[in-house]
Each structure stands twice: as C-alpha cells, then as structure tokens.
T-cell receptor, first 110, second 113 residues
Framework: DAKTTQPTSMDCAEGRAANLPCNHSTISGNEYVYWYRQIHSQGPQYIIHGLKNNETNEMASLIITEDRKSSTLILPHATLRDTAVYYCIVRVGRDDKIIFGKGTRLHILP | DAGVTQSPTHLIKTRGQQVTLRCSPKSGHDTVSWYQQALGQGPQFIFQYYEEEERQRGNFPDRFSGHQFPNYSSELNVNALLLGDSALYLC????????????FGPGTRLLVL
C-alpha cells in the first residue's frame, strides 16, 4: 500500500501558484519524498525529490516540514499544460521500487 | 538522447493468449522496472531487472515474467491472459540498482477481449 495521502483533486487558476499537499506520517529517516506527474495517456514524469531540506528545480519546489510528516509541491506559475495527476511517493528502502497511490488530479483553470 | 521507448504502443489479445512487450531504457541506464496501470489507478510495480536478473517483484502471479538482455533492454511476458490484464504497461529505467530517479516510457496499452 502507498505510504502517502493526497487530496483526490484540486483546481488552480492559470498563472497562479499550485500548492499540492501530501501527508506521509510514517516516513522513515532514510526515505525520500518523490513527486511524479502523469499527463493523460503518457508515462509518469519525474518532477523532484528531497530528504529533509527544501528543494527547487526548473519545474517545481518541494517544501518538507521539519518533522518530515508532510510536504508540499509548488508549481510557481501554473499553466494549462500542468493539468495532470500528481503522485507523491515515499521511496521504499534502497531500491527503485515505487509504490504509487492514486495521486491528486490537478485541474488548471483558464 | 533517446528516452525510454516501448513497443508496441497498442495491442489487442484474447483471453488465454500470451503477449510480449518490449522496452529500451534511456541511454546510459542499466536498470528496468515494469508497472501495470489499470484505468483510473496509479501504476503498480510488477518487477525490476538489473544485471539481467530479477531483483524485486511486486504482488503479481507467475504468469508475469520478464527478461533483460545484455544491452539492458527488457521484455515483459504475460501468459494465459485474463480480461483483468487489460491495462497500460509502463517501463521505467534508471542507472544502477540504488539509483533513485526513474524515467518512464509512454507505455503499451493492452486490451484483452
């Protein structure tokens, strides 16, 4: 079973920041938080990952709370092309197996 | 630089048949993982291949088997197809057994009639 909890769906206005929350209250000290997204009819796309510190790349920012029990993915200026299902994942152990939940369906509104 | 490629893109089979799906990893990657994604669900891990051996396996029956070749490409075989095997089959590649970032291919959509 997935170790994360996410809202089923969210709306965001185009041009605004999209903030996607994720709860992972049982995360272990050596587990990373990963975010992927899946645009309709495509394979999942890696966005960002982090362990303790906040992370930023060209796609998004990842804010992890100090107790690591939750995190937020931030898309700073959402566009219509950001409409997708966003998966928050806690990596299981040292291997590459990824346990996906149902994710959050993000709708960007024009 | 080619990303992960999969073939075929779509496939229709009937119950009881066998199917083989193929995956070529991203250039430089040596680890391949397979996932099954039913409609409306997140991808479910099937198994992972590294150094031509199955390293990890999810909760899938023995009807699902795989292979990795010396060039790191991989095949997923499903025997005795059931209607419930209809899904999008995704391949993901990464570098090294402990590598954390996987890159996914576009998937093969299998329909079992």
């Amino acid at each position: 079973d997935a170790k994360t909890t996410q809202p089923t769906s969210m709306d965001c206005a185009e041009g605004r920041a999209a903030n996607l929350p994720c709860n992972h209250s049982t995360i272990s000290g050596n587990e990373y938080v990963y975010w992927y997204r899946q645009i309709h009819s495509q394979g999942p796309q890696y966005i960002i990952h982090g362990l303790k510190n906040n992370e930023t790349n060209e796609m998004a920012s990842l804010i992890i709370t100090e107790d690591r029990k939750s995190s937020t993915l931030i898309l700073p200026h959402a566009t219509l092309r950001d409409t997708a299902v966003y998966y928050c994942i806690v990596r299981v152990g040292r291997d590459d197996k990824i346990i996906f939940g149902k994710g959050t369906r993000l709708h960007i509104l024009p | 630089d080619a990303g992960v490629t999969q073939s075929p893109t779509h496939l229709i089979k009937t119950r009881g048949q066998q199917v083989t799906l193929r995956c070529s990893p991203k250039s430089g990657h040596d680890t391949v993982s397979w996932y099954q994604q039913a409609l409306g669900q997140g991808p479910q891990f099937i198994f992972q291949y590294y150094e031509e051996e199955e390293r990890q396996r999810g909760n899938f029956p023995d009807r699902f088997s795989g292979h990795q070749f010396p060039n790191y490409s991989s095949e997923l075989n499903v025997n005795a197809l059931l209607l419930g095997d209809s899904a999008l089959y995704l391949c993901a590649s990464s570098l090294g057994a402990g590598q954390e970032t996987q890159y996914f291919g576009p998937g093969t959509r299998l329909l079992v009639l």
